[in-house]
T-cell receptor, first 115, second 113 residues
Framework: GAVVSQHPSWVICKSGTSVKIECRSL??????MFWYRQFPKQSLMLMAT?????????EQGVEKDKFLINHASLTLSTLTVTSAHPEDSSFYIC???????????FGPGTRLTVL | GENVEQHPSTLSVQEGDSAVIKCTYS??????FPWYKQELGKGPQLIID?????GEKKDQRIAVTLNKTAKHFSLHITETQPEDSAVYFC????????????FGAGTILRVKS
């Protein structure tokens, strides 16, 4: 089956620093990747849609200057949380869409804790 | 935009019993309905999906039914096992919204042995 990896799986950082999270599709090419945020005991909230070679499309209320997304290749997208603050602490999950059928396959998630 | 409601929020069943989770969607243009299982601290895992040209789909102990007229779809798990315990999310998507998934709120399933 389609495999999506994320790195790191967890990260702790100090307030004001930036953190980069990588999302890779390991065995298929993904023209579109998605970034989600999930708070404890809540559903997934779409943050942005990332298309290879073009600018990401952000959902309403998501600051594009704070959450920088780069989709440089068909197998890699990165999310950078800039000037992180404690309220940015969350579980960040990426997904990649298989070009053929349109299913989304999710990564294992990255737990971000900002002190 | 699309809105997906999911019920129940929690469900406890005895091992071996069946579990049913229901979702309704608002946009008749939605045409893809996946179900995801999420274990604690992990990403969601696609367990079954159905497209709008099909009314039912089955994969071993898991089945999904879709009623386009009523705009609802359901997940059925038979012969539940303790390892089925997790949070289950339904979702809907359609071309009108760039095939973005809109998720339900989730159902915590507990299978008691």
């Amino acid at each position: 089956g389609a495999v999506v990896s994320q790195h790191p799986s967890w990260v702790i950082c100090k307030s004001g620093t930036s953190v980069k999270i990588e999302c890779r599709s390991l065995d298929f090419q993904a023209t579109t990747m998605f970034w989600y945020r999930q708070f404890p005991k809540q559903s997934l909230m779409l943050m942005a849609t990332s298309n290879e070679g073009s600018k990401a499309t952000y959902e309403q209320g998501v600051e594009k200057d704070k959450f920088l997304i780069n989709h440089a290749s068909l197998t890699l997208s990165t999310l950078t949380v800039t000037s992180a603050h404690p309220e940015d602490s969350s579980f960040y999950i990426c997904s990649a869409r298989d070009r053929g059928w349109g299913e989304q396959f999710f990564g294992p998630g990255t737990r971000l804790t900002v002190l | 935009g699309e809105n997906v409601e999911q019920h129940p929020s929690t469900l406890s069943v005895q091992e071996g019993d069946s579990a049913v989770i229901k979702c309704t969607y608002s946009d008749s243009a939605s045409n893809y309905f996946p179900w995801y299982k999420q274990e604690l601290g992990k990403g969601p895992q696609l367990i079954i999906d159905i497209r709008s040209n099909v009314g039912e789909k089955k994969d071993q102990r898991i089945a999904v039914t879709l009623n386009k007229t009523a705009k609802h779809f359901s997940l059925h798990i038979t012969e539940t096992q303790p390892e089925d315990s997790a949070v289950y999310f339904c979702a809907a998507s359609g071309q009108e919204y760039g095939n973005k998934l809109v998720f339900g709120a989730g159902t915590i399933l507990r299978v008691k042995s």
